[in-house]
């Protein structure tokens, strides 16, 4: 019932910038953790960072450094602000609940692509 929504991706040159939204939609984000995953060409989905409900933040050593997620309770809204970007973060991008993460596909949305040329 519960439906999120990415948005934001697309093309950019080695070292530019994106900044990806993910809003929800007949609930609100304030009282779970969110977390924004990649899934690379060939390779399996990876937590990129999360936010909890605290507003404390983590991140993978891939964007440690260059990404920054934060939240907008009021807007059901969670944004992942990427800079610095390298041809290797190309990826279909998805927020999920964490505890939705371990479910399977069908409990995640499309996704939004970022594609990064060198």
């Known amino acids: 019932q519960v439906q999120l929504v990415e948005s934001g991706g697309g093309l950019v040159q080695a070292g530019g910038s994106l900044r990806l939204s993910c809003t929800a939609s007949?609930?609100?984000?304030?009282?779970?953790?969110i977390g924004w995953y990649r899934r690379a060409p060939g390779k399996r989905r990876e937590l990129v960072a999360y936010?909890?409900?605290?507003?404390?933040?983590n991140y993978a050593d891939s964007g440690k450094g260059r990404f920054t997620i934060s939240r907008d309770n009021a807007k059901n809204t969670v944004y992942l602000q990427m800079n610095s970007l390298k041809p290797e973060d190309t990826a279909v991008y998805y927020c999920?609940?964490?505890?939705?993460?371990?479910?399977?596909?069908?409990?995640w949305g499309q996704g939004t692509q970022v594609t990064v040329s060198s």
């Open positions: 936010i909890s409900t605290t507003g404390t933040t």
């Open positions: 007949g609930s609100t984000f304030s009282i779970n953790t």
């Open positions: 999920n609940y964490l505890s939705r993460a371990v479910l399977p596909d069908a409990y």
